[in-house]
């Protein structure tokens, strides 16, 4: 598995060829060779794949080249090899890949071709350099590579203002998670000796400090990190508005990779959480309150997009409330499974904008069913498949979430679990309904755009190609990780668990518990709830927007307020921008003016001006009158004389 | 090849960098101020010379540890001042960042300058000249001369081939200075008597070093040194000269300000003052690291509010040079901090220099700095715009780019040394992101509306000429800095290991392999165990 | 012996006195400048008399170090007198007050 670097050159060199030559190469040109060096990716990753079962599923690390040498300082080009980052690598190429021949369609039209792929086959490099990378610190390049990738995407279509601001408010947030992120990474250093994360679960493991402070604190600052870069709260603000670039980079980078990175590395450094109960215990709870916070947002938005942005937010909360529990392959499963229903609701709604000319309102749609077939379809299932629809791919893993979180009971806070079920049940309900909500808006009620200006169609086959593996992906992704009820009835092992569990700490030990009976009536409980609010939900939103078609805006009117808030995504941004960033930017212009203009450097001019007005008292004694300065000269010479006589004279 | 690896071996390497610059501005003098062509191709030429006579440091595989090419002439016996000279790992890359930021400056002033150019080309050869000399003179009388040299043609940079308030600039700048040196000529003079007191009239580094002074007496010296360098640096609250400074500059002179004057200072720290003051420092180093970690984020916040494009960059030099003083003073059992803040001046150096350069090139074409002027350039001009983007972004500390290195190595050092000011450094790298980012964004993004800026020109060859190794730069020692640090290090640990072996009376290394317990135990030492598992 | 000392001293001191004078009361920079040359060689003859009376050769030694420099010197003043004179058509220095602070 020494050749698994390949992984990353392949995109590499598609980033160099584009960059340098893509402006000279025809498009098509460039489509491919950006594509195929993510399909060498996808190849590279999959042969790996059957090597590391064939090698009886051991982790290697290799490693490639010294990096940062200062013994006892070591960081190097390594990479992990485990079935974690197999499945991590493996998904990350293959939607990418999808996500490319998707885009070689969405972006035909496009000036900054070459630019696009370029920034995109470096943002797949980035990626899998952050899962593949078998230390932190090199995570971390990959962790702010794909950051930059996101910024550049983000403000792709740079001529507008919107996007610009959108890509440095991402980058500025997930600046403010990375600083947590590398604070933790020093105390790594400094308490263990080492980056390498075989080593470090050794440490970890052989020394148990379970509940140390120390460790409490890297946990949680790591963290801090993946609240940046997963949008967790409080810094899930800039994934909304990193909307504003081009819709396959929404799929991919928010939706189906670079935002799980958070997810990945609380898995990945497992080890070091279930030490922790504290920590867990706040992952836990800051991904279900996003969960339940951002659904309750995306219930009344009306952008495409944002919808979807929202419950991204919101399914990032569910795998994190998974990670708190100790439930770490079922996050990982969930994020699998979530790449593939959520890059197809992206690259479905990029289908549907670019059917409508650029629209993004769902107010403004209506009907499209009829003009986009595969795309509705698309949409459907991929919108089932996230409401947890029961046997689609999404059902499967948020059900075992719930359950996971149904019979948890974690030290510090024995109710904690059947609080964040409530929480997590709510949310689903939530999902259903802002889901099919948007089903109806967009495809099945009447039109609401003028028939005559816009002529809605089908995207082309490069586009629609694409969805239907991932359509596939959305249905069938859950069959390779069934909770033990489906298991059983269906007699389709649990595969996903126990090939990514090597990598993972305490892994499974919620589903090896729901072995015995009492077990089974618990999951067969938490399950029907599932399908229950899931049915409500779609029957909710069937009601409100088919049944009673104009009756939501009665309900607005009555409950004004609350809709209001909601609408306005609870005022975050606004109280964000009212108590850091306007006083900062206040703050930043008199320490500018006042401070080091006035201040400082009225002091530095002060001395100055001191200095020259008692220049100024002596300056009439320089007459520039040579003859006077002769006087000057032999007067002084007299006054010495005499000085001199009289001293000899006193002695 | 091999003849002449053998042959520059033997030759008096540093001699030669030091004075062929010399001979080439004399040779310049005598040639006719119309010959412009003719001029700035030789002064080119010569600095790529001396450039490439300096690689040959690099040849015969020496390990940088202790000093090498070492040079010793008597020169004034009567008060034992000599010629010594000589390069260590902490030296190296600065002397060479020295010989290729000079033809970097000159061919950037091809067509930037347009009168009095005969004079030009002979200042930016003295500049190396002095420069180069600063940085390996190991007589501390060679080297205050030096260090003196340098302000003369600085002076005469700024205020001739300045702009807007240059000689308000180039006077605030050389008095500035000068009120620091003057202190460490006092020093200076100070360490003489001091070693004349004990039998040694000597201003020899070499001897100094092994004959400190007592305690009482370090901390006067300290003091003295101190304000030159913090001055140079510079360090809040003595940088206001800087962003005059830079600001009214011809690029060429922002460049080797930014990259090689400023360093002249973190140099000085971490060459004279650690070495010849360990126990001041050391007891100094809890207040230098606050001032250090005031300048980072000070330096970053008043960044924010610049709408001068020049200014901005200089005054982020305040923020980044802050990284450097951290690492320096980060005395902890480990010296990764005071590699780090080696590695990191040469990467500012690149950096910085590198960004100067580029708002050189559109200063050029439109004879504004004021960022508001532009808007849109990315559409303008591609180019620019890629070469732009990769040296903000090695300025902002994006891992895979140099200055991810020097940063983190800094704040691991300073973290281990004190937490709580590393952390509150750490927080300088998000201020980073803020103000380059936002400048990014105006400069670049949006529509170009200003009829003026869509008529402008790409990066031509020439530009691309300089500014494409300093890219290459930025990303090999971002990817692979091994090199780099593999030469810094003994260096630096020579230095750090003989400050703490005196300072505090005893030396232990963080060895590789070490149990995490025994680790821990020194981290936490009173943490009681049990806790609330 | 010793007389020829004295009255060389004297001799100098006239001379020097009268340098002085030439120097403070003059306008014209040439005879200004030939006041400088009397003092500088009444200081040489001193120089040479105490030589003499202390039998060494120092001051004799700096007696020629003194020519030099004096001759330098006039070949510089005079060359500034030239110019002023370029400049202004007038040497008068009453009237040449540029170095006035």
């Known amino acids: 598995m020494d050749y698994i670097y390949l992984a990353i050159v392949f995109p590499l060199l598609g980033l160099l060829v584009n960059g340098f030559f893509g402006r000279r190469m025809t498009r098509r040109a460039v489509g491919t060779i950006a594509s195929l060096a993510i399909l060498g990716s996808f190849a590279v990753s999959l042969v790996a794949f059957f090597d590391y079962l064939d090698a009886g599923e051991a982790a290697r690390s290799i490693i490639l080249l010294p990096w940062i040498s200062l013994p006892p300082l070591e960081i190097s080009y390594g990479f992990l090899v485990d079935g974690l980052s197999l499945v991590m690598a493996l998904a990350v190429s293959l939607v990418s890949f999808l996500i490319h021949v998707y885009s070689t369609g969405y972006m035909a039209d496009d000036d900054g071709y070459p630019r696009y ?46 996007p610009s601001v959108a890509g440095l408010k991402a980058f500025v947030v997930n600046r403010i998670g990375d600083f947590a992120f590398l604070i933790g990474v020093f105390l790594v250093f400094w308490l263990y000796g080492t980056f390498r994360f075989t080593e470090l679960r050794q440490s970890v493991e052989t020394v148990a400090l379970a509940g140390h402070l120390p460790i409490t604190l ?22 909304p508005d990193a909307m504003e670039g081009p819709t396959p980079v929404s799929a991919l980078i928010h939706a189906a990779t670079m935002v799980t990175a958070g997810v990945y590395m609380v898995s990945r450094m497992s080890f070091l959480y279930s030490m922790t109960e504290v920590a867990m215990l706040v992952v836990a709870c800051v991904g279900a309150f996003t969960a339940i916070f951002a659904a309750s947002i995306a219930l009344v938005q009306n952008d495409i997009k944002r919808v979807l942005a929202y419950s991204t937010v919101s399914q990032l909360g569910y795998m994190f409330l998974a990670a708190g529990l100790g439930a770490y392959w079922i996050a990982i499963f969930h994020l699998f499974t979530h790449a593939f229903f959520k890059a197809l609701l992206f690259l479905a709604s990029g289908s549907v904008i670019h059917g409508v000319r650029g629209e993004m309102d769902m107010r403004k749609m209506g009907g499209l069913a009829k003009y986009m077939p595969h795309t509705y379809w698309h949409f459907l299932i991929g919108a089932m498949s996230i409401s947890g629809i029961p ?19 974690p030290g510090i806070w024995p109710h904690a679990g059947m609080v964040l ?49 991932l359509a596939v992906g959305s249905v069938f992704a859950g069959y390779i990780g069934l909770p033990a009820l489906f298991a059983g009835i269906l007699s389709l092992p649990n595969v996903f668990q126990p090939f990514v569990s090597g990598a993972l700490a305490g892994a499974g030990h919620v589903a090896e518990a729901a072995h015995g009976a009492q077990e089974l009536i618990k999951e067969v409980l938490t399950t029907s709830i599932s399908v229950v609010v899931a049915l409500v939900g779609l029957g909710l939103a069937f009601y409100l927007y088919q049944v009673r078609y104009g009756v939501t805006e009665k309900l607005k009117k009555a409950f004004a307020a609350p809709y209001r808030v909601l609408l306005n995504k609870y005022y975050v941004d606004e109280f964000y921008n009212a108590t850091f960033v306007q006083p900062g930017r206040v703050m930043c212009e008199q320490l500018s003016r006042a401070v080091d203009l006035g201040i400082i450097d009225g002091i530095v001019n002060a001395v100055a001006f001191v200095i020259g007005a008692l220049g100024q008292i002596l300056r009439p004694i320089q007459t520039g009158f040579v003859r006077n300065y002769a006087w000057y000269i032999g007067g002084g010479a007299v006054l010495l004389v005499i000085l001199l006589w009289l001293g000899l004279g006193a002695k | 090849m091999d003849v002449l690896v053998q042959m520059m071996a033997n030759a008096p390497l540093l001699s030669i960098i030091i004075f062929l610059p010399l001979a080439g501005a004399i040779i310049i003098t005598l040639m006719s101020p119309a010959r412009t062509h003719t001029i700035k191709w030789f002064a080119f030429w010569v600095s790529v010379v001396t450039f490439g006579i300096s690689l040959f440091l690099l040849a015969g595989g020496g390990s940088f540890e202790h000093f090498s090419h070492v040079e010793q002439y008597t020169w004034l016996p009567q008060i034992g001042v000599s010629y010594h000279i000589g390069v260590d790992g902490i030296s190296l890359w600065l002397v060479l960042l020295t010989t290729l930021l000079l033809p970097v400056s000159i061919l950037s002033s091809f067509s930037a300058i347009t009168k009095r150019e005969k004079e030009y080309y002979i200042l930016l050869l003295l500049m190396g000249f002095a420069l180069a000399g600063t940085f390996v003179a190991l007589d501390l009388f060679l080297f205050f001369l030096f260090w003196e040299a340098v302000l003369i043609p600085m002076y005469l940079l700024i205020g001739i081939w300045g702009s807007g308030r240059r000689i308000y600039a180039a006077t605030k700048f050389v008095l500035y200075t000068v009120v620091g040196s003057f202190f460490m000529l006092l020093a200076i003079i100070g360490l003489y008597v001091y070693a004349d007191s004990l039998g040694h009239a000597t201003f020899d580094f070499i001897w100094l070093r ?4 007592p305690p009482e007496l370090q901390t006067w010296f300290f003091l003295a040194f101190f304000l030159a360098f913090a001055i140079k640096v510079p360090l809040f609250p003595f940088h206001t000269w800087l962003a005059d400074a830079h600001t009214e500059a011809p690029t060429a002179g922002s460049v080797l300000l930014a990259a090689l004057l400023l360093k002249m200072g973190g140099y000085g720290f971490i060459r004279f003052c650690l070495t010849l003051f360990p126990e001041a420092s050391v007891s100094a180093a809890p207040w230098v690291m606050a001032l250090a970690v005031i300048s980072i984020i000070y330096g970053a916040l ?16 305040v923020a980044h040079m802050g990284f450097v003083m951290l690492g320096i003073f980060s005395f902890a059992n480990t010296s990764i901090g005071q590699v780090g803040a080696t590695i990191q001046m040469v990467n500012h150096g690149v950096t910085t220099g590198a960004l100067f350069l580029l708002v050189g090139v559109v200063y050029e074409r439109r004879h504004t700095r004021e960022i508001a002027q532009y808007g849109g350039l990315a559409a303008v001009m591609p180019q620019y715009y890629n070469v732009f983007l990769i040296t903000m972004l090695a300025s902002v500390g994006l891992p895979a780019l140099n200055g991810f290195v020097g940063e983190f190595l800094i704040l691991l050092g300073a973290f281990r040394a004190d937490w709580a000011l590393g952390g509150l450094a750490t927080f300088g790298v998000v201020l980073a992101a803020i ?32 500014l494409v190794p300093l890219v290459l730069l930025m990303l090999w020692i971002g990817l692979y800095p091994k090199p780099y640090l593999g030469a810094i290090k003994p260096a630096v640990d020579n230095t750090v290991k003989s400050v703490m072996r005196i300072a505090t009376g005893s030396i232990s290394y963080a060895r590789s392999g070490e149990k995490a317990a025994a680790v821990l135990a020194q981290v936490q030492p009173a943490e009681p165990t049990g806790g609330d598992a | 012996m010793e007389s ?9 001191a006239v001379l020097f006195t009268m340098g002085v004078l030439a120097v403070l009361v003059r306008r014209n920079p040439l005879i200004m400048f030939m006041g400088i040359e009397l003092m500088l060689n009444a200081a040489n003859l001193a120089f040479i008399a105490f030589a003499r009376h202390l039998d060494k050769l120092d001051g004799q030694v700096i007696a020629l170090i003194f020519m030099a420099v004096a001759a330098a010197e006039v070949a510089i003043g005079l060359a500034i007198i030239v110019s002023i004179y370029r400049f202004r058509r007038d040497v008068d220095v009453d009237a040449v007050n540029s170095l006035r602070g």
């Open chain 1, 117 to 162: 792929f370029a920034y995109l086959n470096l943002f797949v490099a980035m990626m899998l350099t952050l899962v593949l990378a078998d230390n932190l610190v090199l995570m971390f390049v990959g962790w702010e590579g794909v950051g930059l990738c996101s910024y550049l995407l983000i403000g792709f279509w740079y001529k507008r203002a919107a």
């Open chain 1, 218 to 239: 890297i946990a949680l600052f790591l963290f801090g990190g993946a609240i940046g870069k997963s949008a967790q709260f409080p810094l899930y603000v800039w994934l």
């Open chain 1, 391 to 409: 046997l689609l791919a999404g059902f499967f893993s948020k059900d075992q979430i719930l359950f996971a979180a149904f019979t948890s009971r």
């Open chain 1, 421 to 469: 079920w409530v929480v997590g049940v709510v949310t689903a309900l939530f999902t259903a309904f802002y889901m099919f909500r948007q089903i109806y808006l967009v495809f099945l009620t009447k039109p609401r755009f003028d028939t005559d200006e816009i002529h809605p169609h089908e995207a082309p086959a490069s586009m629609i190609v694409p969805n239907w593996f």
């Open chain 2, 210 to 213: 092994s004959h400190l002074a």
């Open chain 2, 302 to 317: 008043v960044c924010a509010a610049q709408t001068d494009f020049k200014r901005l960059i200089a005054l982020s030099s």
């Open chain 2, 435 to 466: 103000y380059l980012l936002t400048m990014f964004r105006k400069v670049f993004h949006g529509e170009c509306t200003n009829p003026e800026n869509r008529k402008l020109l790409d990066l031509n060859a020439r530009e691309l000429g300089y």
């Open chain 3, 4 to 12: 020829i000392v004295t009255y060389s001293l004297v001799l100098s």
